[in-house]
């Protein structure tokens, strides 16, 4: 699932709306939907991109994950302080820096000629997200006034995450075939237009000094790294490594050391009041593993349709389309059918559907046919992602007073965006444990023999099992949580009064 960006109560209070010509109006629009829409793309064009990257900086099999995860976990992990810099030092002001920063990673990804500095640069525009994302759906509430043009501008900002999924998939994958650094080098101009319209088009918001919790960013940050590169690196290591066993120690000490900080912290990042609703930390668990499922999943079939059936990128980019409309499809009937139906029973159905579709789809080889068989699947598990995602936001935020919305909604983000990485390094583990226990070697398939290939394809195939066990989990987690459709119906109005405030 691509990034949205959280916003809290101080996103009203902080800027009032205040009348705006028409032209200034369409020209925020254009400023706020225009990050979005590079953001999702970004995250979309990525996975298409890996088998050429691969090949041309002849990266290891860890390497490739980590042009990933780099992104995420700056991303997500740096997500909530983001937006309380923008409550501190003003939106527009951050709003901007994060762009500039985004594209600025941007050109060095683009030119990267190494392994090292691609992940760097990777890292980069997941700090320059972090920044620029979580202010941006704010903005909209101090730039519109509200009613019909605050709302249609929601809609617009809205609408570009399904845009940019589709869009991404063929405008990526046309890119990709021209050559990978295309996708990042596009973002520049695209950026450097966003940047000069937000300077004239957006209004600074007032600011709110409060105290940051610079700690508890890095050390969450720094002790999920340490986590996901033991994980990571682990296969081609060994697990007996003594950077692999530190870099586990070391996230784990981390983590914890995060907790008391947090405990502590005047304006902590982790507010644990809000963990006391079992419902609710059950709700957060089924999110992370959701977001270990998508993520996973779209990188290593993207492998696999490249590596061993030997899709060209656009042909790949082609082969998702059913999977975005299967998402959207159930997202929609999912969305109407919570206000009516416990939650849980449909993120439980969802689970059941992803689980059963992608411990078949392990089962696939180089000989599997696009049609009716990957078609098929493709369609069938986006719709179970679909029906099982969208209830989960809404039970974050059930039950709740106004004022917790924001930082629900953020936390629940953020759960998703690291489960991503954290869940790839696992899988990815697996997968890349699962080819060298077939004689397949980590690294470019263009220096493989039929043998190490095949080896491969089967690592790409395992790790749909590692998929359907989080997705399973996901499941079992669902299953603790007890909101009523009540619940997530009041939920539901809620989010709309707080957004359309």
Known sequence: MEPVPYTSET?????????????????????????????????????????????????????????????????GGLMLLGGRLGDSFGRKRMFIAGVGLFTFASLLCGLATNEVMLIGARALQGVGAAIASPTALALVATTFAAGPARNRAIAVFAAMTGVGSIAGLILGGALTQVSWRW???????????????????????????????????????????????????????????????????????LLGIFLLVERRAE?????????????????????????????????FV????????????LQAGLAFVPF?????????????LAARVQPRWLVVTGSVIMTASL????????????????????????????????????????????????????????????????????????????????????GPVADMTAAQLTAQGEGYMFALVGCAICAAIAGIAALFIRFTSEEVAQAQEAEKSAQTR
């Open 11 to 75: 996103a009203h209070a902080s800027g009032a709306a205040r009348p705006m010509t028409a032209r200034a109006l369409a020209l925020a629009t254009l400023v706020l939907s225009g990050l979005q829409l590079m953001v999702v793309l970004d995250g979309t064009v990525a996975n298409l991109a890996l088998a050429p990257l691969q090949s041309e900086l002849a990266l290891s099999d860890a390497g490739r994950n980590w042009v990933l995860t780099s992104y995420a976990l700056a991303f």
């Open 183 to 253: 996708i990042f080098l596009i973002n520049v101009p695209i950026g450097l237009v966003i940047v000069v319209l937000a300077l004239g088009a957006l209004r600074e918001t007032s600011s709110e000094r409060l105290a940051l919790d610079v700690p508890g960013a890095i050390l969450a940050t720094l002790g999920c790294t340490g986590i996901v590169f033991g994980l990571t690196e682990g296969p081609e290591l060994g697990w007996g490594s003594p950077a692999v066993i530190g870099a586990l120690v070391a996230g784990v000490v």
């Open 267 to 299: 304006n902590p990042l982790l507010p644990f009041v809000l963990f006391r609703n079992k419902n609710r930390v059950a709700t957060f668990v089924a999110i992370f593993f959701a977001g270990a499922v998508m993520f996973s999943l779209a990188a």
């Open 302 to 313: 993207a492998l696999f349709v490249q590596d061993v059936l030997g899709y060209t990128p």
């Open 324 to 336: 975005a409309f299967g998402l959207g499809g159930a997202a929609a009937a999912s969305s109407k």
């Open 359 to 442: 411990l078949y789809g392990s089962t696939m080889d180089e000989t599997v046919q696009y049609f009716p068989t990957l078609f098929v699947l493709v369609l069938v598990v986006g719709f179970g992602v679909g029906l099982a995602v969208v209830p989960l936001p809404l039970c974050a935020v059930a039950g709740v007073g106004a004022h917790e919305i924001g930082p629900l909604s953020a936390i629940a983000q953020v759960a998703q965006t690291l489960g991503g990485p954290i869940g790839l390094a696992v899988i990815g583990a697996l997968a890349t444990s699962r080819t060298m226990s077939l004689g397949g070697t980590p």
